[in-house]
């Protein structure tokens, strides 16, 4: 069955606590409908044995409500955790290699320029900055959405990153996402319930 997550939630420990991550993950893993999200180790900065560590917590949260658990950039780690679904930065392998280490593993790809969203074998992309700047790089607005989903071509599922809230999700679906990717709007808001309403994905 392939996965077809609304939300990603990426995982950041320079924003809050470890236990805090786990703890606003389980909420919003606990409000959304079984199999609508993904929650996403990140952190690529943490030590090697603490970071595996962190990620079997957020794994844990994942399978007590029914979600979906993801590892970015770390195939050995994706593997060693038993992870649903791994994500590969623009500098990460390119997905036909990492498929010779995960086999049919569920892979996402980031990309910066929509017209340069072409998955290369993965089964989703996420395109970024959308409509917030990150790291000097502009955003490059819902309108972005649309050019990215012809290069992507249509069995790739589609990701918008980037300052999406409940209302910028709503717009980045009409543009053409099939869902979006978070970090602010789940770690910065004490209630997850607009998002998920405006995904369409309330338990």
Same mark, same amino acid.
């Given at each position: 069955?392939?996965?077809?997550?609304?939300?990603?939630?990426?995982?950041?420990? $320079?924003?809050?606590?470890?236990?805090?991550?786990?703890?606003?993950?389980?909420?919003?893993?606990?409000?959304? @409908?079984?199999?609508?999200?993904?929650?996403?180790?990140?952190? @690529?900065?943490?030590?090697?044995?603490?970071?595996?560590?962190?990620?079997? $917590?957020?794994?844990?949260?994942?399978?007590?409500?029914?979600?979906?658990?993801?590892?970015?950039?770390?195939?050995?780690?994706?593997?060693?955790?038993?992870?649903?679904?791994?994500?590969?930065?623009?500098?990460? *392998?390119?997905?036909?290699?990492?498929? $010779?280490?995960?086999?049919?593993?569920?892979?996402?790809?980031?990309?910066?320029?929509?017209?340069?969203?072409?998955?290369?074998?993965?089964?989703?992309?996420?395109?970024?900055?959308?409509?917030?700047?990150? $790291?000097?790089?502009?955003? *490059?607005?819902?309108?972005? *959405?649309?050019?990215? @989903?012809?290069?992507?071509?249509?069995?790739?599922?589609?990701?918008?990153?980037?300052?999406?809230?409940?209302?910028?999700?709503? @717009?980045?679906?009409?543009?053409?996402?099939?869902?979006?990717?978070?970090?602010?709007?789940?770690?910065?808001?004490?209630?997850?319930?607009?998002?998920?309403?405006?995904?369409?994905?309330?338990?």
């Amino acid at each position: 069955m392939k996965l077809c997550p609304r939300l990603i939630a990426l995982s950041d420990t $320079k924003r809050c606590s470890e236990a805090e991550n786990v703890a606003r993950f389980e909420r919003l893993a606990a409000a959304a @409908r079984a199999g609508s999200v993904m929650l996403q180790l990140r952190d @690529r900065e943490l030590a090697d044995r603490r970071r595996m560590v962190f990620g079997a $917590k957020l794994c844990r949260a994942a399978r007590r409500h029914g979600q979906l658990f993801a590892v970015n950039d770390r195939p050995d780690l994706a593997l060693l955790l038993e992870a649903d679904a791994l994500h590969l930065g623009e500098a990460s *392998l390119r997905p036909a290699e990492v498929r $010779k280490i995960v086999g049919s593993m569920w892979l996402s790809c980031a990309c910066h320029e929509a017209a340069h969203a072409a998955s290369e074998g993965a089964d989703a992309v996420v395109l970024s900055p959308i409509l917030a700047a990150r $790291k000097g790089a502009p955003a *490059l607005g819902v309108e972005a *959405l649309a050019v990215a @989903r012809r290069a992507a071509g249509p069995d790739v599922l589609l990701y918008a990153l980037g300052g999406i809230d409940a209302e910028g999700a709503v @717009r980045c679906l009409a543009a053409g996402a099939d869902g979006v990717a978070a970090i602010g709007a789940v770690l910065d808001c004490e209630d997850p319930l607009p998002l998920l309403v405006a995904l369409g994905i309330a338990r």
